[in-house]
């Protein structure tokens, strides 16, 4: 059994930042790809940034130049560093991970972001 548990999200002001982090427990022999995905109310989950097991990073348009995601694979964690923060990044940030063959993720973290 593997879990995802993501922490970090909260409260901030327009501009701030925040540093989401996500755990991956249970029985683990690989990771492939890591990613954050959000989704705003009333709107569908898109993927946010996403990193590689040997390291390589994507990111939407839309959080290319604010957002940075990175790994600790000997923690088996993932980060993503939001900077610059929008109202519009407010959302549920979720976390996957690409686990031998399967797809996991994440309860999510609540981010919101106040003008």
């Known amino acids: 059994q593997v879990q995802l548990v993501e922490s970090g999200g909260g409260l901030v002001q327009a501009g701030g930042s925040r540093r989401l982090s996500c755990v991956a427990s249970g029985s683990i022999f690989s990771i492939n790809d890591m990613c954050w995905y959000r989704q705003a109310p009333g709107k569908q989950r898109d993927l946010v940034a996403g990193i590689t097991s040997g390291g390589s990073t994507y990111y939407a348009d839309t959080v290319k130049s604010r957002f940075t995601i990175s790994r600790d694979n000997l923690k088996n964690t993932v980060y993503l560093q939001v900077n610059s923060l929008k109202p519009e990044d407010t959302a549920v940030y979720y976390c996957?991970?690409?686990?031998?063959?399967?797809?996991?993720w994440g309860q999510g973290t609540q981010v919101t972001v106040s003008s």
């Open positions: 996957y991970a690409h686990i031998s063959y399967l797809d996991y």
